[in-house]
């Protein structure tokens, strides 16, 4: 089964000022990836709205993603959905248009009450995916699923033969370490929490997925960097600067302000849909000046106006 390790980017799906998706931006999405030595690509999570987009946009995105971005990152398509039918069409789907892996957050409105639960919920959506890695994304602030992961782990690899690892986005550390003992040298645990990627490091953390690595990847693998070279107070000092970062995207909303710093970029990814707000020209005029003082993106950042 294939590995991928490193910083993975959960790219922001581009769309126009009506809503529709802007797919000709996906190719300098994939650019600025490239320029921040991230190691591939998460489509359609959390920070792509993928919950928010069609079923048919969410295939039309991952065509176009693993189009562009053949030859220089691997794309794991995110098929998670309320619907078990529309989940397993979205996993056959990424199998035929060329996803490195697949990946399924658990259902968010009625949720499972086990793991024998949430199992049942995804081995037919692995099973439709064929061959290719798949990796449960837990991410219990969104879902509302508090399932313990160590015992998911457990009964996933007994049960789903394609079953690939954990995309874990949570702060519970004993339990992210569980799994990584779990996992071995044989499965993937990313870690899904950017603020503290220092911590997942020194319980063992060799690879993470988030949504801070589309426009600030090189402050993070200067984190990795001086943490593996024993410079603890280096890693600190810019995990601390990252955290200032995340700070920012906290005060003005997650996703606004992912595609508002993409936007500052030159990146034009526009804004999010509803019911995630657009910023007024105000608050877009604070960010940029709580942005300017740190120097941690991909390209220089410019001031933008709505």
């Given at each position: 089964m294939p590995?991928?390790?490193g ?8 769309m ?6 802007n797919?000709h931006i ?8 490239v320029?921040?030595?991230v190691s591939?690509?998460f489509?359609c999570?959390t920070t792509g709205?993928?919950l928010?987009?069609?079923t048919?946009e969410r295939?039309q995105?991952?065509?176009r993603?693993?189009?562009?971005a053949?030859?220089?990152l691997?794309v ?7 619907s078990?039918a ?8 990424a199998a035929r248009?060329g ?5 399924t957050?658990?259902?968010?409105f009625?949720?499972?009450g086990s793991?024998a639960?949430?199992i049942?919920?995804?081995?037919p959506?692995a099973?439709?995916?064929g061959e290719?890695p798949?990796y449960f994304y837990?991410?219990?602030s969104?879902t509302?699923?508090?399932l313990?992961?160590g015992e998911?782990?457990q009964?996933?690899a007994?049960?789903i ?7 874990f ?6 339990e992210f370490k569980q799994?990584?003992?779990l996992a071995g040298?044989?499965r ?6 950017d603020?503290?990627l220092?911590?997942a ?11 801070t690595?589309?426009?600030a990847a090189?402050i993070?693998?200067?984190?990795i960097d ?8 280096t890693a600190r000092e ?5 955290y200032?970062?995340v700070?920012?995207?906290r ?6 302000t992912?595609?508002a710093?993409m936007?500052?970029?030159?990146i034009?990814v ?6 995630l ?20 993106f ?9």
């Amino acid at each position: 089964m294939p590995r991928i390790s490193g910083l993975i980017a959960a790219p922001h799906t581009p769309m126009h000022a009506d809503g529709t998706i802007n797919f000709h931006i996906i190719e300098e999405q994939v650019r600025v990836l490239v320029e921040g030595g991230v190691s591939g690509a998460f489509v359609c999570g959390t920070t792509g709205e993928g919950l928010s987009l069609t079923t048919d946009e969410r295939k039309q995105m991952l065509e176009r993603w693993v189009g562009a971005a053949a030859g220089h990152l691997p794309v794991i398509a995110h098929v998670g959905h309320t619907s078990v039918a529309d989940a397993t069409a979205l996993a056959a789907h990424a199998a035929r248009s060329g996803a490195a892996a697949i990946s399924t957050l658990a259902p968010c409105f009625f949720k499972p009450g086990s793991i024998a639960d949430l199992i049942a919920f995804c081995v037919p959506i692995a099973r439709a995916a064929g061959e290719l890695p798949f990796y449960f994304y837990h991410i219990p602030s969104m879902t509302g699923v508090t399932l313990p992961m160590g015992e998911f782990f457990q009964r996933a690899a007994e049960t789903i033969p394609n079953f690939a690892g954990i995309k874990f986005t949570h702060n519970d550390l004993k339990e992210f370490k569980q799994c990584l003992t779990l996992a071995g040298d044989s499965r993937d645990i990313f870690f899904g929490r950017d603020e503290i990627l220092i911590d997942a490091l020194s319980v063992g953390a060799k690879g993470a997925i988030g949504s801070t690595y589309n426009y600030a990847a090189p402050i993070f693998r200067k984190l990795i960097d001086a943490f593996h070279r024993g410079d603890l107070a280096t890693a600190r000092e810019h995990q601390a600067t990252a955290y200032r970062l995340v700070e920012v995207l906290r005060k003005f909303g997650d996703v606004p302000t992912g595609k508002a710093i993409m936007n500052m970029m030159g990146i034009n990814v526009g804004f999010p849909r509803t019911p995630l707000s657009r910023h007024s020209s105000e608050q877009l005029s604070e960010m940029y000046r709580a942005l300017s003082q740190l120097d941690i993106f991909t390209r220089p950042i410019r001031p933008i106006a709505m």
